[in-house]
């Protein structure tokens, strides 16, 4: 059988990913089927960490949120990120995953805080890291602390699944004629303001030289395929 392209990898999941069909919250067949993904690249022996989302809880209260100071409501977009990370790292025990939750912002009772070399040290023992509360900071995105987390820990590629296949010339939800790139260059895609990441998570894994693969988070066996290196999804390149 041939080997992974990758011994590190940072896997940023979209909270809103976790709906499943739903219109908020965590569907728990959705949950499950991502982390049975994880689980089958984690027995390769890749290291995994994961970014979580928490669109799929903010979103939800974001109309209550309006006229809200921003720093305030993004911290509750992080509280969101906890909850999920929770949910995930409970479903990987149950699909007999060793999995430990660290956050970005002092919520100790709850779960531990982000120490790199902590995070580091679970990943060489083959734990799968999942990193809550994004940056820690308000006006940023998981996908920055998706970059950020990625090139702290050395990760080889930032694997962003979500609700698409890939990248592509303009919103797929939105217009029917665009069309897919099989990859892509940073300055490319931040300079056609492709919304599909943030300009800060694009420039940031540009600057350091870290690789992106946007795929889909719900097309059977797609995580598996981009571990091993096969043709799926986008490529964001230096
Ligand atoms: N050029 C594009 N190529 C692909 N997806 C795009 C593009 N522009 C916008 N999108 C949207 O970006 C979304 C992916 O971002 P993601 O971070 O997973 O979602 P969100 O953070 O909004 O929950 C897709 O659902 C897609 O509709
Ligand atoms: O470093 C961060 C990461 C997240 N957030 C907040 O948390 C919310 C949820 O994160 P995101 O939208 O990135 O989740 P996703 O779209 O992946 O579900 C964001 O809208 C922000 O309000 C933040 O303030 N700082």
Same mark, same amino acid.
């Given at each position: 059988? &041939?080997?992974?392209?990758?011994?590190?990898?940072?896997?940023?999941? +979209?909270?809103?990913?976790? =709906?499943?069909?739903?219109?908020?919250?965590?569907?728990?067949?959705?949950?499950? +089927? =991502?982390?049975?993904?994880?689980?089958? *690249?984690?027995?390769?022996?890749?290291?995994?960490?994961?970014?979580?989302?928490?669109?799929?809880?903010?979103?939800?209260?974001?109309?209550?949120?309006?006229?809200?100071?921003?720093? #305030?409501?993004?911290?509750?977009? =992080?509280?969101?990120?906890?909850?999920?990370?929770?949910?995930?790292?409970?479903? =990987?025990?149950?699909?007999?995953?060793?999995?430990?939750?660290?956050?970005?912002?002092?919520?100790? !009772? /709850?779960?531990?805080?982000?120490?790199?070399?902590?995070?580091? !040290?679970?990943?060489?023992?083959?734990? *799968?890291?999942?990193?809550?509360?994004? @940056?820690?900071?308000?006006?940023? @995105? #998981?996908?920055?602390?998706?970059?950020?987390?990625?090139?702290?820990? +050395?990760?080889?590629?930032?694997?962003?699944?979500?609700?698409?296949?890939?990248?592509?010339?303009?919103?797929?939800?939105?217009?029917?004629?665009?069309?897919?790139?099989? #990859?892509? &260059?940073?300055?490319?895609?931040?300079?056609?303001?492709?919304? /599909?990441?943030?300009?800060?998570?694009?420039?940031?894994?540009?600057?350091?030289?870290?690789?992106?693969?946007?795929? +889909?988070? @719900?097309?059977?066996?797609?995580?598996?395929?981009?571990?091993?290196?096969?043709?799926?999804? @986008?490529?964001?390149? /230096?």
């Amino acid at each position: 059988m &041939s080997k992974p392209a990758f011994k590190r990898v940072l896997l940023k999941l +979209s909270g809103e990913a976790l =709906m499943g069909d739903d219109a908020y919250g965590i569907n728990r067949s959705t949950i499950e +089927s =991502m982390v049975a993904d994880v689980a089958e *690249v984690a027995k390769l022996g890749v290291e995994v960490a994961v970014v979580i989302g928490g669109g799929n809880i903010f979103r939800g209260v974001a109309p209550g949120a309006q006229g809200m100071d921003r720093a #305030t409501a993004d911290y509750m977009g =992080m509280l969101a990120t906890v909850m999920n990370a929770l949910a995930l790292g409970d479903a =990987m025990r149950h699909a007999g995953v060793t999995a430990r939750v660290m956050s970005a912002i002092g919520i100790d !009772q /709850v779960v531990e805080p982000y120490v790199r070399p902590k995070a580091l !040290q679970y990943l060489e023992e083959g734990k *799968v890291v999942v990193f809550a509360a994004g @940056t820690g900071n308000p006006f940023f @995105t #998981t996908d920055t602390a998706a970059a950020l987390r990625g090139s702290e820990i +050395s990760a080889e590629i930032v694997l962003k699944a979500t609700k698409v296949d890939g990248i592509y010339t303009a919103d797929p939800k939105k217009d029917p004629n665009a069309t897919l790139f099989h #990859t892509i &260059s940073f300055d490319e895609a931040i300079a056609k303001h492709l919304q /599909v990441m943030d300009a800060t998570a694009f420039a940031l894994c540009r600057d350091q030289k870290l690789p992106i693969k946007v795929f +889909s988070i @719900t097309k059977p066996g797609a995580l598996m395929r981009v571990i091993m290196g096969e043709d799926e999804g @986008t490529l964001v390149h /230096v």
